[in-house]
């Protein structure tokens, strides 16, 4: 690794501008808060393989290599993804379910792609305006 890529991807280790840290299972998620936008990133570290939503033609690009490396200096700064949700939803009804859902998409509209409906996902801000086939995923 580069110097200069190195630099680029220690501004990134466990600073504020990565949020949003989730861990369920062998996945580590956070969003990042970058130069052109806001990246998901996504990290499955039993495979070691990792995804993000960044332009970067370079893979892993800097993104997926600090969300691997903040898990590993700070493990503890992911929430549980799987206690987070026994403990909300242990208690709710079937209506209070589907009313969270609603909150949830209403806030994230790309989370509807979990339920199979298409249309919803994320565009980034360097994606064509209608790409062809969007409507289709």
Known sequence: MGRDREERVAEYVDSPS???????GSVVAARILGTLGVYKVRLDTRRKQGECTCPSEIQPCKHVEALRRTW??????????????????????????????????????????ALGALGFREIAPW???DPEGFWDR
């Open 18 to 24: 990565m949020v949003h840290r989730l861990r369920a």
């Open 72 to 113: 590993k200096k700070r493990p503890g700064s992911f929430a549980d993804l799987d206690e987070l949700l026994d403990v909300a939803l242990r208690s709710k009804s079937r209506a209070d379910l589907v009313q969270l859902m609603r909150e949830m998409a209403l806030e994230s509209p790309s989370s509807l792609t």
């Open 127 to 129: 994606d064509e305006e």
